[in-house]
């Protein structure tokens, strides 16, 4: 085990430019480093957090999620083990796979897309981030919810407040206080809604989670509007940073954004291969349930700890030349990335693998599809700088583009 006093800070300024090599040197010669001022242990090498996040012995708990999320969104099913855990994960899942998600919500996020587009399309500038990618993923979730997406710029703000809460490694009050007040905002949001739609059922994926019921067990308001309030922030954040993670490094490599544009099929590979290279969220975290060894040493129990998925990411011990993005790769299996088999780790793995990684795959495939077909000869404009900001999620703060305008 060592200590950060010969690493840059996870909270400075130097590791938020550009935190790569800081991972590339903990997971060379500090793998286990005890973290005092967040009160954690960090891991950083691809088999010890793989390790945490599949955790086949019951070593790892979600407990750590009662202080760093159910304040801004209750209770959540990330919290839960066991059969409740089974049961509410039961509840939610099929109408993020299978006939659901292509039958009710796939028109859902290509209506969302174009209409996005369509805005832009005709002028021959945009800034992807802005324009595009902070907008799309909250809108299609609030039209798969029934919700009025006239209300986006609020939407926006509570998850923007709710990352923030989560991101919070120093400790900032303001920042929590926000995140409190947001909670209180979204339930008297939400609550009334939930009501309505008991009352009046719809075909909405709300309407849907108000119905559910597995076991005899049905959820409850207060359980309702927490995975609403989770959805929002976890399916916004994620997939807003992944689509524009993608531009940035197809535009970065223009072989590779060619290949892209001939061949639509190496788009899931696109995504993969974004996921390990800049994964929208860098830091995972878990509690320990018993003392632990790692390779970097022994956590003890009751302990947080920091799972680094942007250093794990590159691990050159798991990936050849981690550091180079490239779709094509073959240590990286495209057929698995988005199921609980995936060979990254942006998506944590087991129990807990995200349950929206599928509608994350549908936004990301159509709107790439889509933003290509519509944007000829897509290439930066002047001031493009890819600047990459945050260090709990990360992506491109903005992508200024240049295209031939088409009607």
């Known amino acids: 085990m060592s200590t950060a006093q010969q690493l840059p800070d996870i909270l400075s300024p130097e590791f938020a430019a550009n935190p790569y090599p800081v ?3 903990m997971r060379d010669s500090a793998p286990l480093i005890r973290h005092e001022a967040t009160q954690s242990w960090i891991v950083s090498r691809y088999e ?17 999620y009662d202080w760093q999320i159910e304040p801004v969104h209750g209770r959540t099913i990330l919290q839960l083990s066991g059969r409740e855990h ?5 509840l939610v899942a099929p109408a993020f796979r299978g006939a659901d998600l292509q039958d009710r919500f796939l028109p859902v996020i290509e209506r969302n897309s174009r209409e996005l587009i369509d805005v832009f399309r005709h002028t021959g500038r945009a800034d992807l981030v802005a324009d595009y990618a902070t907008r799309f993923p909250v809108n299609v979730i609030a039209d798969m919810l029934g919700l009025d997406k006239a209300d986006h710029d609020r939407f926006h703000g509570w998850y923007t407040s709710v990352i923030a809460f989560l991101g ?9 206080e926000a995140g409190a007040r947001t909670r209180v905002e979204f339930a008297e949001y939400m609550f009334p809604i939930i009501q309505e739609r008991r009352e009046n059922p719809g075909e909405d994926l709300l309407s849907t989670l108000c119905a559910a019921e597995v076991d005899g067990v049905r959820m409850s308001d207060e359980d309702i509007k927490a995975f609403c309030s989770l959805l929002l922030a976890a399916g916004g954040e ?8 993608i531009f940035a490094n197809l535009l970065a490599h223009p072989g590779q954004l060619a290949a892209v544009r001939a061949d639509r ?14 994964p929208p969220v860098h830091m995972i975290m878990r509690q320990t349930a018993t003392e632990v060894t790692l390779s970097g040493g022994t956590i003890p129990s009751g302990a947080t700890v920091t799972c680094l998925i942007g250093a794990a990411n590159r691990d050159e011990s798991r990936y050849r030349d981690p550091d180079r993005f490239d779709i094509l790769r073959d240590d990286l299996t495209t057929t698995t990335a988005f199921s609980a088999a995936a060979d990254h780790l942006a998506f944590a793995l087991g129990r807990h693998f995200c349950v929206g990684a599928l509608l994350a795959k549908a936004e990301v495939e159509t709107g790439v599809g889509q933003l290509l077909d519509a944007l000829p000869d897509l290439r930066p404009d002047d001031g493009f700088d890819v600047v990459e900001r945050g260090v709990f999620t990360r992506g491109p703060q903005s992508l200024p583009v240049r295209f031939t305008p088409t009607a």
Do not use: H, W
Not at 86 to 90: D, E, L, M, S, T
Not at 168 to 176: E, K, M, P, T, Y
């Open 48 to 64: 010890d957090v793989e390790r945490v996040f599949k955790d086949r012995g019951g070593q790892f708990t979600t407990e750590n």
């Open 238 to 245: 994620t997939t807003d940073k992944a689509i524009a993670s």
């Open 265 to 278: 099929s190496l788009i899931p590979r696109a995504f993969a291969e974004t996921l390990r290279y800049t």
């Open 23 to 25: 991972y590339r040197m």
């Open 168 to 176: 919070n490694l120093s400790g900032d009050a303001g920042v929590a």
């Open 86 to 90: 089974a049961v509410r994960r039961a």
